[in-house]
């Protein structure tokens, strides 16, 4: 199945595939970022964007939380891609950050994950179900909670916009 924004949003697909409890994955291409998403049993349990903004990748996010030294991390990101095994599970086997430590962060990746691919309105998107590329039990998010934060995230971003503009702000009707 495949679709544009302009047509169905992906935040329309997603709790729709999510309700449905459905397993595959779905693929997002944005002007500025493609996107991966994998969900199972409608839960959400791997994204990853093919252009992060700085500050987004698991390691840096790792370093941000006080859980990780840079130069440890540096060592890490080499060793893991020399033994093709993905950093969070190097992490956790070599015992640098714990599970929890691990999963906190992989949340907190896929929440800004979402930030950017909801930020979009040209978006082309593809779902194939039944498909699963990675084979993830570090986490399992609830779609409708991922929304719900990246609107909020959204409406906070154009309220600090109008604010540093000087625009006056709607008021609610008393």
């Known amino acids: ?6 047509v169905i949003p992906v935040s329309d697909l997603l709790p729709f595939l999510s309700a449905l409890r459905r397993t595959g994955m779905l693929w997002v291409e ?6 991966l998403v994998q969900v199972r049993e409608g839960a959400v349990v791997y994204a990853q964007g093919d252009n992060p903004p700085r500050g987004q990748l698991l390691g840096e996010i ?14 890490a990101v080499e060793q893991a891609a020399q ?12 015992e640098l950050v714990t599970p ?4 906190r962060a992989l949340s907190r990746q896929v929440q800004m ?3 950017r ?10 779902y194939e179900d039944g498909v699963a590329m990675v084979d993830s039990v570090d986490i399992r998010l609830n779609v409708i909670q991922l929304l719900l934060e990246s609107a909020r995230a959204s409406d906070e971003d154009h309220v600090r916009t109008a604010l540093d503009l000087g625009l006056p702000l709607a008021r609610a009707a008393a």
């Open 100 to 103: 929890e430590q691990l999963t």
């Open 30 to 35: 944005t002007e500025r970022e493609g996107f």
């Open 83 to 94: 033994e093709k095994v993905v950093l969070g599970a190097w992490l956790v086997r070599r």
């Open 1 to 6: 199945v495949s679709g544009s924004a302009g």
């Open 113 to 115: 994950i979402f930030d």
């Open 117 to 126: 691919m909801f930020g979009s309105s040209d978006a082309r998107w593809q």
């Open 62 to 75: 790792l370093v941000a939380d006080g859980v990780l030294e840079r130069e440890p991390l540096e060592r």
